[in-house]
Each structure stands twice: as structure tokens, then as C-alpha cells.
């Protein structure tokens, strides 16, 4: 089943045409990688599809709602981690949770147990209870991975996921992303790491000027850092590419749909 639909997306601010009929779909049990340099469209894309911003032109489905028509239902229906967004300082980590779980409808046994599954698994147990001014831009990623997960939504759209995580915290969201989605949900992860996109991905959209000009799958014969690379800087260009950091072949080959992909659980 399609989680995403969108067709010849077009969006204008001004002289600056952000989308120039940018066009993408992401099935269910699929974790779809949005990979681009700065300045590609990856913010003004999550911005349509999540209803925060109507397009010019161009239509889109998300979970099978229309974002420009009914925005507040598309947001109900989809867990999001905008890039660089943080938790309200005055609040700690257990008392956003409450207000989030309210917001989706859920009662206070379920985001209790939603959360500290997350806090255990990202590693913030000890942190539930600090006001989140007082912790680090690291802890405070965790608790917004967290609240796109709260409500187990069919869809979670991810903005760099791996922001200001450590290594080993990296591996468990990769793991964590591969596994959600292999459980039947769609997962959109918009990212400028190559890196990230190969280890974690079962396609990838590489998105340049407003527009998805390649994509590739796992099910191609080789699926690596390295491959995406040469097919990024053919399609976007060796100057564009100087923004995707990790441009090494660290990213590990899958040769075939189902394998591997990250750490373990």
C-alpha cells in the first residue's frame, strides 16, 4: 500500500523555485531515503507532505489524505522530526511526552510505556525528569526521535536523524529505523549523509534542484556508499556534492532486497 504519492510538486518563494514538479512515492514496509544537498528541496518536500505548506502546483496523498486539504488529519496520522527541532525548554522529557500523547489520543499507560521503552533503548532513562534546557542537543534528539514514535504511526518523516548523536546511538537508530519499517510502516529519511542513506534504505531518491533525478534500490547489484556516490555526483555534480559529508564507502553492500541493513536490534 502507497504511504506516499506525489506528483509534480511545484513550490515558489519569490524568484526561488524550491520544487520544480518533484515527483515521489514510498510504499509501506519501506524505509525510503530522501538524499540531497543543501538547498535541494528535502525541507520545502516534508513541508508539503506534512501540511505545514501547500504547494503551487501538483498534487500529493500521504497515508491517503490530501496534506493541502485536511493538514490537521495528515498530521494526526504521521510522527515528523523536522531537522534541528527541539523540545520546549520549560518542559522535561515525561512531561512532553504526556502533552504529546494527549495531542495523538493516547491514555497515560501507553505513553508511560511507549517512553521508556524509548528511553531505554536510546539510552536517557536518567534524563525523563530533567527540564530539557538542561540537556545536551544529543538527549534532546533522542526525546524528539522519541515523540515521532510515540503513537506508532503508520508513517514517521525523519530530517537527519543522526544529528548530534554519538556512534553507538547512531547504529541503534539505524537498527530501529530498518526494524519499524520492516514491521509494515513507511519510514521517509531526508538526509545529506550517503552513508546513512545506503545502511539504512531500501530506496533512495537523490533530489537536486526541486527535483528526484535518480533513484536507486537494494535490489540493484550493488547498493553501497560508494555506488550512490558516483550516481550523485553524475546526477547533482562534484560541487553540490562537497555538502554530503561521509562520502566514503563505509555504507555496507546490500546486493539484494532484504539484506542486511544496519546493526543489530
Known amino acids: 500500500m502507497t504511504a506516499i504519492s506525489a506528483d509534480g510538486l511545484v513550490k515558489t518563494y519569490g524568484e526561488l ?12 514496509g519501506e524505509c525510503y531515503g530522501f538524499l540531497g544537498p543543501n538547498g535541494a528541496g528535502k525541507t520545502t518536500t516534508i513541508r508539503v ?15 491517503g489524505v490530501d496534506p493541502a486539504a485536511e493538514p490537521v488529519e495528515v498530521r494526526r496520522r504521521v510522527g515528523v522530526l523536522p531537522e534541528q527541532e527541539s523540545p520546549p525548554s520549560f518542559l522535561t522529557p515525561r512531561e512532553y511526552f504526556g502533552f504529546v500523547g494527549r495531542v495523538r489520543g493516547l491514555d497515560d499507560d501507553a505513553v508511560e510505556s511507549r517512553a521508556a521503552e524509548w528511553a531505554v533503548r536510546l539510552g536517557f532513562t536518567g ?8 540537556l ?5 534528539q533522542k526525546v524528539m526521535l522519541t515523540q515521532a514514535f510515540l503513537h506508532e ?3 514517521v518523516v525523519i530530517d537527519e536523524p543522526l544529528a548530534n548523536l554519538d556512534p553507538i546511538v547512531q547504529e541503534t537508530v539505524k537498527s530501529a529505523l530498518v526494524e519499524y519499517a520492516d514491521a509494515g510502516n513507511a519510514v521517509f529519511v531526508s538526509t545529506h549523509n550517503i552513508e546513512v542513506a ?6 533512495v531518491g537523490i533530489v537536486a534542484d526541486g527535483r528526484v ?22 546526477r547533482v555534480g562534484a560541487a553540490d556534492a562537497r555538502d554530503v559529508p561521509d562520502l566514503g564507502g563505509a555504507g555496507a553492500e546490500r ?4 539484506g542486511d541493513r544496519g546493526g543489530d536490534p
Request: with cysteine.
Open 136 to 140: 545536551s542537543r544529543g538527549q534532546q
Open 213 to 234: 533525478v535518480a533513484e536507486r534500490s537494494a535490489a540493484d547489484e550493488a547498493f553501497t556508499a560508494d555506488s550512490l556516490l558516483d550516481v550523485f555526483l553524475d
Open 153 to 155: 504511526p503508520a508513517l
Open 17 to 28: 523555485r524550491a520544487l520544480d514538479g518533484l515527483s515521489v512515492s514510498v510504499e509501506r
Open 127 to 134: 534524563k525523563l525528569d530533567t527540564l530539557h534546557t538542561d
Open 255 to 258: 546486493t539484494a532486497a532484504g
Open 198 to 203: 545506503a545502511d539504512v534504505c531500501d530506496r
Open 49 to 63: 507532505l506534512t501540511g505545514q505548506t501547500k504547494p503551487d502546483d501538483g498534487s500529493a496523498s500521504v497515508l
